[in-house]
């Protein structure tokens, strides 16, 4: 069934998308400082997000708020902005320190930390032989570009 290979097309425009991405910002943060580029950056994704959810009247279930401020889900909410503002400034400073190229290679570890923080701090453990040959062969990658 196609529905069941849809998150693979997903991903891959994920993907995809991100090499504009990073190739653009590369040329960008030449000209741009970075604490300028991450303000503008995030301000436009919001603005984005919101102005395509008006237009699409997408139901965002505001009217169950109280269920989803739980404590739990506030600490999620929590980690998730922060590791993303930390994530976004990181890989913004790697690419004006180095290329994009190299950065989004190293960057591509994330899968590996993936399965480590879901097993570690949730105790979802899909660890498959599959999985862990894929993630054998991004470290490999990944020492190959520090080496090269």
Do not use: H
């Amino acid at each position: 069934m196609l529905q069941d290979y849809l998150w693979f097309g997903y991903a891959l425009g994920a993907a995809i998308l991100w090499g504009i991405q990073y190739a653009t910002l590369e040329q960008l943060i030449k000209i741009v400082p970075i604490p300028l580029v991450t303000l503008v950056y995030t301000a436009m994704l919001t603005l984005i997000y919101l102005a395509a959810f008006a237009v699409l009247q997408v139901d965002l279930g505001l009217e169950q708020l109280k269920v989803y401020c739980t404590y739990r889900n506030l600490l999620l909410f929590g980690l998730v902005v922060l590791a993303g503002c930390g994530s976004t400034l990181l890989i913004f400073t790697a690419i004006a320190a180095g290329t994009a190229t190299r950065a989004s290679i190293i960057e591509i570890t994330y899968p590996v930390f993936v399965a480590v923080f879901a097993a570690l701090l949730y105790g979802e453990a899909t660890l498959t032989p599959q999985i862990l040959s894929g993630g054998l062969l991004i470290l490999a990658g990944v020492a190959l570009v520090l080496k090269g």
